[in-house]
């Protein structure tokens, strides 16, 4: 499977790799030779928000000019990118507008997530976020390198063989740090260190590939299809604790490219459980999903007791995060028959009682409703790179 045209190169200059896309907002400058690009996301992004329209209404929607429009528009249709839906009979006078949209069923974009703890996941989406079709791939735990790099692409493999229309892109979310190549510093449950995972994927499949943490890019998936706001903060629990973080419409990656690793912030300074990673009360220790069900499973007369300790636990952990920040929302995506309810409302509370009254009175902290949140935002990575949109 070629890669498909409609896979132009981002925008110049945007160290963060999600692209320029009007929702997403990029710190840099637009230069002159980056206009037409960013003019070519800004149409993209207009209508895969506000839906179908005609040129005439996509040229007042942006404030670019009717040829600018026009010119771009002809481009995405040849992309297949965008295709019109036919005509529109005029509300006024003046003859029937042609109705314009993007093309959502025209491409695929192959989304994966490497973060499970016995099996990798990966689906086929269209361009709307949809998943087509899931598949995944165990994985023996305690696998070496290469190991875990030919399971991830045998599957992926899999997933493009099963595609009938041309691939955008291929996101993938991880786990543990990664730089914007794509490289994995460090994820010891692949034994990967120093792994140009994005590379070696591109390389092997011939397909535009982005690597990001997991987190990361659950993240995205938030913020693009579940009207998340511009400031927001999500946290997976699962066996681990990481968050993705949204800062001012922009992804926040940071100086170590680690923007979001809380899981080994000790919280509190009456010690707690032991933690994977040799200390006492980290986060992850005391919210991580196994030991929240055994514990429940050992004392189930206490479940209510234990729930509200762990979410008052995560509440004190954010609260710094949200006042650093000014966040708007907190929300958590994991297990709902854990962390619905008792969970959240301890960790709302929490939050409300360490932070300026009257000032993060009203920040939210709720459970995520979105099935295969890493597969859609590693969409929304790929969505955004290639076209701007997110
Ligand atoms: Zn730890």
Not at 139 to 146: I, L, M, N, Q, T
Not at 283 to 309: F, K, Q
Not at 322 to 333: N, P, Q, R, T, Y
Request: glycine fraction near 12%; hydrophobic fraction near 45%.
């Amino acid at each position: 499977m070629d890669a498909s045209p409609a896979a132009r190169p981002g925008p110049a200059g945007d160290p963060s790799g999600f692209g320029l896309g009007g929702r997403l907002r990029s710190a840099s400058k637009v230069l002159p030779e980056q206009a037409r690009a960013h003019n070519r996301a800004l149409v993209l992004q207009t209508l895969y928000h506000r839906g179908a329209m005609s040129r005439a209404d996509l040229a007042r929607e942006t404030a670019l000019t009717r040829v600018t429009i026009s010119d771009l528009v002809a481009e995405s249709i040849a992309d297949g990118i965008i295709h019109e839906l036919g005509v529109r009979e005029a509300a006024g006078p003046g003859k029937p507008a042609i109705v314009i949209d993007i093309d959502r069923d025209g491409h695929r974009i192959i989304g994966v997530d490497l973060s499970g703890t016995t099996a990798f996941d990966g689906a086929v989406l269209d361009l709307g976020g949809r998943m087509l079709e899931r598949r995944s791939a165990p994985f023996p735990p305690g696998a070496d390198a290469e190991r875990a790099y030919s399971t991830a692409l045998g599957l992926i493999r899999e997933l493009t063989a099963a595609v009938t229309r041309p691939v955008l892109g291929i996101g993938v979310g991880t786990p543990g740090v990664v730089r914007p190549d794509g490289t994995i510093v460090r994820a010891p449950n692949l034994s990967w260190t120093e792994f140009p995972l994005e590379e070696r994927l591109s390389e092997d499949l011939g397909l535009p590939v982005l690597v990001r943490n997991d987190a990361n890019a659950a993240v995205l998936a938030e913020y693009t299809f579940a009207e998340a706001r511009a400031d927001v903060m999500l946290i997976r629990i699962g066996r681990g604790v990481g968050a993705g973080l949204i800062a001012g419409g922009q992804p926040l990656v940071g100086a170590r490219f680690a923007a979001g690793e809380i899981g080994h912030v000790v919280v509190g300074t009456d010690r707690g459980p032991r933690c994977v990673c040799g200390r006492v009360g980290c986060l992850e220790a005391w919210v991580n999903a196994p030991r929240l069900n055994a514990e429940i499973a050992a004392h189930p007369g206490r479940r209510r007791e234990i729930l509200e300790d762990a979410g008052a636990r995560l509440g004190i952990a954010i609260a710094p995060i949200v006042a650093a920040l000014d966040l708007s929302e907190v929300v958590i995506a994991g297990a709902p028959s854990l962390f619905a309810g008792v969970f959240v409302d301890a960790a709302t509370r929490a939050l409300h009682a360490r932070t300026l009254e009257g000032v993060f009175a009203d920040v939210p902290v709720r459970l995520s409703d979105q099935d295969g949140i890493v597969l859609r935002g590693a969409a929304v990575m790929v969505l955004s790179a290639q076209l701007g949109v997110s």
